[in-house]
C-alpha cells in the first residue's frame, strides 16, 4: 500500500521499524529486530560495567550483578514480545558471551612433546569448551534465560492484573 500519511502538510516519513520509549517496534510485527535491539543494549550496559565484570570478584557475585543491571537492559519490554524458541536461543548465547568474558575464559596453549607452547586450541574447541563452561555456570546459579524470561512474564502479568478492570473495557 502506498498510502500516505500529512499532518499539517508535513508528510511523515514510512520507516520500517521505530524505537518508542527504548524498544524496537516493527511494521510487519516480527520480534526479531527488537530482541537485537536488547541485545545490542545489553551489551552496551555490559561494556558499562565491565570493570566489575572482569575483575577477581566470584563468578556467583558477578552473575548476581548482571542479573541487577545487564539483564535489565536486556529484558526491558521484553515480556510483551511472542518470543520463541529461535529468540529465546539468541538471548541466551548473548548471556553466554557475557558470561565467557567473566569467567576470563581464554585459547589454551597448544604443547609440543617436550612441553613447549606451539600455538593455541582450534577455535572450534575453544568455542565448544568455552560455551559449555558459561553454560553451567548458568545453570548451576538457576539463571536459565528461557526461566529469567518466564519469571519477567510473570511479573508483568501481575503487575497488569493488579491495575484491575475498574470501568475499563476487558
Not at 4 to 32: A, C, F, H, K, T
Amino acid at each position: 500500500v502506498n498510502e500516505r500519511l500529512y499532518i499539517d502538510g508535513i508528510e511523515v516519513r514510512r520507516v520500517e521499524v521505530m524505537n518508542i520509549l527504548g524498544s524496537l517496534v516493527s511494521g510487519d510485527g516480527s520480534e526479531g529486530p527488537a530482541v537485537e535491539h536488547r541485545i545490542t543494549q545489553s551489551w552496551r550496559c555490559f561494556h558499562k560495567w565491565a570493570h566489575i565484570f572482569t575483575s577477581d570478584a566470584t563468578i556467583t557475585n558477578k552473575l548476581h550483578f548482571w542479573r541487577k543491571t545487564v539483564f535489565r537492559s536486556m529484558a526491558w519490554g521484553i515480556e510483551t514480545l511472542r518470543t520463541n524458541d529461535f529468540l529465546l536461543g539468541k538471548l541466551a548465547t548473548a548471556q553466554k558471551y557475557m558470561v565467557r568474558k567473566m569467567l576470563g575464559l581464554k585459547r589454551r596453549p597448544l604443547l609440543d612433546c617436550e612441553g613447549r607452547p606451539h600455538g593455541v586450541e582450534p577455535w572450534l574447541d575453544y568455542f565448544k569448551r568455552s560455551m559449555s563452561r558459561s553454560g553451567t555456570e548458568i545453570k548451576k546459579r538457576n539463571m536459565c534465560m528461557k526461566d529469567l524470561i518466564h519469571e519477567e512474564r510473570r511479573r508483568w502479568a501481575s503487575h497488569i492484573s493488579r491495575l484491575g478492570l475498574d470501568g475499563k473495557p476487558e
